[in-house]
C-alpha cells in the first residue's frame, strides 16, 4: 500500500471501522473457520451458513471479509443489512430483493453498489458476445419476446428495456427494482415506459392487459413468488455473464427477533430462511451474521407465542459456524499490523516509539471491555500511535 491508501486505512481503524478494501489484511486468527469459508466459495452449489459469535465479536468482521474473497473469486455480491425499522424486513421477500438490488457489487467495479454497475455488466457481455451465446437463449435469438431461461417476467422486461440503450428506461427499471411496493399504483406507467415505448427493439405480442392480469409488475403476490424468482435470475444472470454466481450476505439477521413483533411476520421470516437454506427458491450462497443463541432464541419467540406446531428441526438443520474468540497473541498481531500501516500513511517509524510491553499494555487494557473488544483495542491503539506521532520529532 502506499501512503494515501494507507491514511484511508488509518482513517477507517481510528473510527473501529473495518477499512474498505482491506479487511483481510486486518484478520487475524480464526484460521481454520476461514479456510472453511474459503472451500465453501471454492465449490459452486447453493448453500446457507450462520456465522455465530457474540455482539462486537467480528461478525461483520467476517461478513467484509467474505465480501472481499468473493469479489477476488469473481462472485458478484450483496451485503443487506436486516433493520425491521428501516424497512428491510425479511418476511418482505420484496424488500429483501430490493435491498440486494441497491447494494450489488461485481468483481469489475467493486465498491460500486447497485444495480446500474450489474445491469451494464451484463448488456456489455450481451453485445460483446453477440448472437454466439448463450444470451440467444434469454432473448429468444434476439426476438425479445419471451425467455427460457430467466423466471421472473419483471427481470426479463427490467434487463430487455436496459439493452435498449434507454437512459430514462434504465432509470425506471433501477427505482422499479430498488423499491418495487411503491410500483403497485403505478402499473401504467412501467408499461409505458418499459414496453409501449420501447416496441422497436423487440417483438413483445402481449396485449396491455395481459402484463396486468398476470401481475407481471407485481413483486410482492401469490406468496412473493416473483421477489424469489427476480433473486434467482439475478444470479443465473451472474452465471451467464461469465461470474461464479451472486452472494448474499444478510449482517443483523438478529432484526428477525428483536425488531418483528408479530409473530405471523417471524414465522413468514424464519420460512424465508429455510427457503434460501433448501435452494430451491435461491440456488445461490447466502451467509447471516447471528449470535450462538439465535436458533434457540427463535423456537423460545414460537414456543412463547403458542406456536407449538412449528417445525422446529428446521432450526436444527441450517449449517451454523461458530467464531473461535480472538487471543491475546491474534490482538498483537493485530496490533503490529496497524503500527505497519501508521507507519507507512505518516513516513515515520512507530516500532522505534512503542516498545511492545507498551503496545501490550494497551491492549490488555482494552481488553478489560467486554463488548466490542476487538475494535475498543483498535481505536486504542490507533490512538495512542497518533499520540505518539504528535509528540516524536
Same mark, same amino acid.
Given at each position: 500500500m502506499d501512503s494515501f491508501q494507507a491514511q484511508h486505512i488509518i482513517e477507517s481503524l481510528r473510527l473501529g471501522i473495518p477499512p474498505e478494501g482491506y479487511v483481510r489484511q486486518f484478520t487475524v486468527g480464526r484460521t481454520k473457520e476461514i479456510e472453511d469459508l474459503i472451500k465453501r466459495l471454492q465449490v459452486h452449489n447453493e448453500t446457507a451458513v450462520l456465522l455465530m459469535a457474540n455482539y462486537g465479536s467480528g461478525k461483520t468482521h467476517l461478513l467484509k471479509y467474505i465480501r472481499e474473497e468473493s469479489l477476488e473469486r469473481n462472485y458478484a455480491v450483496s451485503t443487506v443489512t436486516i433493520d425491521s425499522n428501516s424497512g428491510v424486513r425479511f418476511n418482505r421477500m420484496d424488500q429483501i430483493f430490493g435491498a440486494v438490488c441497491r447494494n450489488i457489487e461485481i468483481p469489475q467495479s467493486p465498491g460500486q453498489k447497485g444495480l446500474r454497475s450489474f445491469f451494464n455488466f451484463l448488456v456489455g457481455e450481451i453485445n460483446k458476445k453477440n448472437d454466439e451465446s448463450i444470451w440467444q437463449e434469454i432473448s429468444n435469438n434476439w426476438k425479445w419476446d419471451y425467455s427460457e431461461v430467466l423466471n421472473s417476467p419483471a427481470i426479463f422486461i427490467g434487463i430487455r428495456a436496459w439493452a435498449t440503450g434507454n437512459d430514462k428506461a434504465a432509470d425506471?427499471?433501477? =427505482?422499479?427494482?430498488?423499491?418495487?411496493?411503491?410500483?403497485?399504483?403505478?402499473?401504467?406507467?412501467?408499461?409505458?415506459?418499459?414496453?409501449?415505448?420501447?416496441?422497436?427493439?423487440?417483438?413483445?405480442?402481449?396485449? =396491455?392487459?395481459?402484463?396486468?392480469?398476470?401481475?407481471?409488475?407485481?413483486?410482492?403476490?401469490?406468496? #412473493?413468488?416473483?421477489?424469489?424468482?427476480?433473486?434467482?435470475?439475478?444470479?443465473?444472470?451472474?452465471?451467464?455473464? =461469465?461470474?461464479?454466481?451472486?452472494?448474499?450476505?444478510?449482517?443483523?439477521? %438478529?432484526?428477525?427477533?428483536?425488531?418483528?413483533?408479530?409473530?405471523?411476520?417471524?414465522?413468514?421470516?424464519?420460512?424465508?430462511?429455510?427457503?434460501?437454506?433448501?435452494?430451491?427458491?435461491?440456488?445461490?450462497?447466502?451467509?447471516?451474521?447471528?449470535?450462538?443463541?439465535?436458533?434457540?432464541?427463535?423456537?423460545?419467540?414460537?414456543?412463547?407465542?403458542?406456536?407449538?406446531?412449528?417445525?422446529?428441526?428446521?432450526?436444527?438443520?441450517?449449517?451454523? #459456524?461458530?467464531?473461535?474468540?480472538?487471543?491475546?497473541?491474534?490482538?498483537? %498481531?493485530?496490533?503490529?499490523?496497524?503500527? %505497519?500501516?501508521?507507519?507507512?500513511?505518516?513516513?515515520?517509524?512507530?516500532?522505534?516509539?512503542?516498545?511492545?510491553?507498551?503496545?501490550?499494555?494497551?491492549?490488555?487494557?482494552?481488553?478489560?471491555?467486554?463488548?466490542?473488544?476487538?475494535?475498543?483495542?483498535?481505536?486504542?491503539?490507533?490512538?495512542?500511535?497518533?499520540?505518539?506521532?504528535?509528540?516524536?520529532?
Open positions: 425506471i427499471v433501477e =427505482d422499479w427494482f430498488f423499491q418495487p411496493w411503491q410500483y403497485k399504483a403505478k402499473l401504467k406507467k412501467l408499461y409505458t415506459q418499459l414496453i409501449e415505448n420501447l416496441r422497436p427493439f423487440f417483438r413483445d405480442p402481449r396485449p =396491455d392487459w395481459k402484463f396486468y392480469t398476470d401481475q407481471v409488475f407485481t413483486f410482492d403476490s401469490n406468496g #412473493y413468488s416473483q421477489s424469489w424468482a427476480a433473486l434467482s435470475d439475478l444470479n443465473i444472470l451472474a452465471l451467464y455473464s =461469465d461470474l461464479n454466481g451472486l452472494i448474499i450476505l444478510f449482517d443483523e439477521f %438478529e432484526d428477525v427477533i428483536t425488531n418483528l413483533k408479530n409473530v405471523a411476520h417471524q414465522e413468514a421470516a424464519f420460512w424465508n430462511l429455510f427457503h434460501f437454506y433448501s435452494g430451491k427458491k435461491y440456488f445461490g450462497k447466502t451467509f447471516y451474521a447471528v449470535t450462538p443463541a439465535f436458533v434457540e432464541k427463535c423456537k423460545n419467540i414460537l414456543l412463547n407465542k403458542g406456536r407449538w406446531d412449528f417445525d422446529f428441526s428446521l432450526f436444527d438443520k441450517l449449517p451454523t #459456524y461458530e467464531m473461535s474468540p480472538l487471543t491475546t497473541e491474534h490482538l498483537y %498481531e493485530l496490533a503490529m499490523r496497524i503500527l %505497519e500501516t501508521h507507519g507507512i500513511a505518516y513516513n515515520w517509524e512507530p516500532d522505534l516509539e512503542m516498545k511492545a510491553s507498551q503496545l501490550l499494555k494497551i491492549i490488555n487494557a482494552a481488553s478489560l471491555q467486554t463488548q466490542d473488544r476487538a475494535r475498543h483495542i483498535i481505536k486504542s491503539v490507533v490512538k495512542a500511535l497518533d499520540d505518539l506521532y504528535q509528540e516524536s520529532p
